[in-house]
């Protein structure tokens, strides 16, 4: 009979917590949840991508769609 104990590990990857998608330049995180959230903070936008040092979220910046 084979045990997989060790399977687990393998399995794992670089997921996020959660993504949004947004149009603005600037981005506000609390965590938005009850145990894990955390200060409110802003995040602005270097490049296309930026994520939460807090909760891990990432956010993407889409560029407005009626420019
Ligand atoms: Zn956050």
Redesign the pocket.
């Known amino acids: 009979m084979e045990t997989e104990k060790f399977s687990s590990s393998t399995q794992q990857q670089l997921n996020y917590n959660e993504i949004v998608y947004t149009h603005s330049k600037i981005v506000s995180?609390?965590?938005?949840h009850p145990v894990f959230?955390?200060p409110k903070?802003y995040l602005k936008f270097k490049s296309e991508q930026i994520v939460?040092?807090?909760?891990?979220?990432l956010f993407i910046y889409q560029k407005n769609p009626f420019s």
């Open positions: 995180c609390n965590g938005n959230g955390h903070i939460c040092p807090y909760c891990s979220k």
